[in-house]
């Protein structure tokens, strides 16, 4: 995956807020870890393919051994004989069904869509769709001067990892992160900061199928049922104040405050965990 922490190396905006940070209080302050091919074009090798991307282990795959790929479908079900994963039934976009067989099955379909495949195949489990689990979130969006760094400004791309002081890790991405994304010359750089915690794993926290509705492919639409525990509204209201910190130690101006990372992906300004509700 060529991971590597050089991809911001040589950036005046990296170097200088990494210094602030380790003098201001945050030692463990680094570079984050990006899936990123620094390699330049040598030995007839266009290294062109920047960013990592999972469909490049299906490339690589092939120099191993053929097989075959089936695009554009829609798992739908797993099917099982004697107890055990023998295929999965699959729709494609005229809406025929096929099955595909194999030894072994591998269920990667991220956060929502795995349980949702699982619990429509009736896979016995009392854990599958039980104990959701989020990042306790808070995002804030500052603003630096852009005069205040010499050339080349570069991006930024700092992690503060967590401690067993500090149950959370903190986050910074310069909105120039993506270098071949044009952006207009401003006199405001946007940086935008994350906190990440952890929610408690509790069975009530859960995803289930629904009665009624249901998607183009037939298969039921989910539903969540999530909540935060006392426990990970006490980290949230931390996380919130160190936000605040994290920026002043940078040196960077909120251009708002920090708002909550919901458990369903979308962000929520406002609300009162901050103030303890």
């Known amino acids: 995956m060529n991971v590597t922490k050089f991809y911001a190396d040589g950036?005046?905006?990296q170097k200088v807020l990494l210094e602030r940070l380790l003098v201001g209080g945050y030692p463990e302050a680094t570079a984050i870890s990006i899936a990123a091919d620094l390699e330049g074009t040598k030995y007839g090798q266009?290294?062109?393919n920047v960013f990592f991307s999972s469909i490049i282990f299906l490339a690589y795959a092939l120099n191993i051994r053929k097989f075959d790929l089936a695009i554009n479908t829609r798992a739908v079900q797993v099917v099982t004989e004697k107890g055990k994963a023998a295929g999965v039934k699959v729709m494609t976009?005229?809406?025929?069904?096929?099955t595909l067989t194999a030894r072994t099955i591998v269920i990667a379909a991220s956060t929502w869509e795995t349980p949702r495949l699982l619990l429509n195949s009736?896979?016995?489990g009392e854990a599958i769709g039980r104990y959701l689990r989020n990042h306790s979130a808070y995002i804030a969006d500052a603003s630096i001067k852009r005069e205040l760094f010499p050339e080349v400004l570069g991006i930024a791309s700092i992690r503060v990892p967590g401690t067993a002081d500090r149950p959370y890790q903190l986050m910074a991405f310069s909105e120039l992160f993506y270098q071949y994304r044009e952006k207009p010359l401003s006199d405001a750089i946007k940086i935008r900061l994350h906190g990440y915690g952890i929610v408690e794993p509790r069975f009530e926290n859960h995803v289930y199928l629904d009665p009624v509705r249901r998607d183009e492919y037939g298969v039921p639409l989910l539903n969540v049922r999530f909540s935060y525990s006392d426990r990970d509204l006490e980290l949230l209201r931390t996380i919130y104040a160190s936000l605040h910190s994290f920026a002043s130690t940078m040196k960077?101006?909120?251009?708002?405050p920090p708002y909550l990372w919901s458990a369903r992906g979308r962000s929520s300004r406002g609300g009162n965990l901050q103030n303890g509700g």
């Open 11 to 13: 950036s005046s905006m």
């Open 46 to 48: 266009v290294h062109s």
């Open 93 to 98: 976009s005229d809406k025929k069904t096929h």
């Open 122 to 124: 009736h896979i016995p």
């Open 252 to 256: 960077l101006s909120l251009d708002a």
